[in-house]
């Protein structure tokens, strides 16, 4: 048992020889403690903030509140990394000023990069000051639609109706269409009617169901007109229905109003302007090509 205890204390005293790896171990306790301090107080001052803007009144909204949390984050985290790497390089023995100074052509590449994140971060600016989205509104980016997820300084997320998230660079939001912000919408039902359908009959027929769509739908803000003939077909003709719905009830209604429609005019006996296959028989088809 000595003569371990000997040896250890023989390897502690070569090892204490190497003062260079006595300073590195001091230097990443150094940087483990930097680490640590900067996401404590991030963490602090995140919980702050986000607190800060929950309690606030008037234009926030709990989406909003939502969407300038998210907001908060991303900033203070890039924020507390680089504060974290500049302090880092302070311990470990280099002047970070220096560094950046020398970094010649990496520092040209490194001021085009920041300069796209700038880009990003006012273009995100502007998205919360101008409210054009907020988490959790239902928006069509540059012809794909889908349900916005975390607004960051750099870049929008959202997931589509089919399930994919999308992720794009601020600087790159264009066309926005935000369905959430809307106050109604009108929704479009066509319906193919045969020539030996009374259209009177079938207009009177349907005004009389209005109670019953309002009961039925109580997303109808007004009760759905019809708007007159939109077209011709060679069995029939096709009958535009225009009915005014709360916001982002459209799609559902759309389903549903067209499957009232088919069971009025089963109902009723409406004939669909449907295209029927028939089997031509031998005279048939002499007629139609004579030889």
């Given at each position: ?16 020889k ?6 590195l ?5 150094r ?6 301090i ?40 890039y ?8 302090f ?9 000023a ?15 990069a ?6 990003d971060?006012?273009a995100?600016?502007?998205?919360i ?5 907020n ?21 929008t ?14 600087r ?14 009108i ?15 079938f ?12 009961e ?12 007159g ?36 005019c089963q ?8 295209p ?16």
């Amino acid at each position: 048992m000595e003569e371990l205890r000997n040896r250890f204390n023989q390897f502690i005293e070569d090892f204490l020889k190497f003062t260079w790896a006595w300073e590195l171990l001091k230097s990443i306790g150094r940087v483990l403690i930097v680490v640590l301090i900067c996401f404590v107080v991030y963490r602090i001052v995140v919980f702050i903030m986000t607190k800060y803007v929950s309690f606030i009144k008037g234009d926030f909204n709990k989406k909003r509140a939502r969407t300038i949390n998210n907001l908060i984050r991303s900033f203070m985290r890039y924020i507390f990394l680089v504060i974290g790497i500049i302090f880092s390089l302070q311990y470990i023995g280099l002047d970070p000023a220096t560094i950046f100074a020398g970094a010649g052509v990496i520092g040209i590449v490194i001021g085009f990069a920041f300069q796209d994140l700038l880009k990003d971060i006012v273009a995100g600016f502007f998205i919360i000051v101008e409210k054009s989205y907020n988490v959790g509104d239902l928006v069509n980016i540059d012809e794909t639609m889908g349900t916005i997820t975390n607004i960051g300084i750099k870049t929008t997320t959202f997931t589509a109706y089919t399930g994919e998230v999308i992720i794009i660079n601020n600087r790159d939001v264009s066309k926005i269409i935000n369905y959430t912000l809307a106050n109604y919408s009108i929704v479009v039902n066509n319906l193919s009617l045969s020539f030996d359908d009374d259209i009177n009959r079938f207009v009177n027929i349907f005004n009389s169901k209005m109670d019953y769509f309002k009961e039925k739908f109580p997303e109808i803000i007004e009760n759905p007109a019809i708007k007159g003939l939109t077209g011709f077909e060679t069995i029939g003709y096709t009958i535009e229905i225009h009915t005014k719905v709360r916001a982002l009830s459209q799609y559902a209604f759309r389903r549903d109003f067209n499957l009232e429609l088919l069971k009025l005019c089963q109902e009723h006996n409406f004939k669909r302007a449907i295209p029927i296959k028939k089997e031509l028989s031998e005279d048939d088809k002499n007629d139609i090509n004579p030889t």
